[in-house]
Nanobody, 123 residues
Framework: QVQLVESGGGLVQAGEPLSVSCAAS????????MGWFRQAPGKEREFVAC???????RYADSVKGRFTISRDNAKNTVYLQMNNLKPEDTAVYYC?????????????????WGQGTQVTVSS
């Protein structure tokens, strides 16, 4: 059974950094695309970043230059380093895994999802 488990969320002040990670089990992630999405209260889930198995990345414009996605295929883990956080980054962050041969930004292109981890940025 495939499981994605996020960790590392929390409460920080604006301008501070925070890192979240996602560990996958039940499959080998080295040939997959892994991504991060987020959902704020009352809003739709939105794309944050994704990374191919070879390390090619894609970011939403809202986080470009502040967030960095990376992965360790040997550990079946993807990371999201978030710097210079803003209150508008507050959301539940979800890890996702898919098998597209490109870098998808649509949630429908991902097959497996984690349970989410809360990130709260105070002003």
């Amino acid at each position: 059974q495939v499981q994605l488990v996020e960790s590392g969320g929390g409460l920080v002040q604006a301008g501070e950094p925070l890192s979240v990670s996602c560990a996958a089990s039940g499959l080998t992630v080295s040939t997959s695309v892994m991504g991060w999405f987020r959902q704020a209260p009352g809003k739709e889930r939105e794309f944050v970043a994704c990374i191919s198995y070879s390390g090619i990345t894609r970011y939403a414009d809202s986080v470009k230059g502040r967030f960095t996605i990376s992965r360790d295929n040997a550990k079946n883990t993807v990371y999201l380093q978030m710097n210079n956080l803003k209150p508008e980054d507050t959301a539940v962050y979800y890890c996702a895994l898919g098998f597209a041969t490109y870098l998808p930004a649509r949630a429908s292109q991902y097959t497996y999802w984690g349970q989410g981890t809360q990130v709260t940025v105070s002003s």
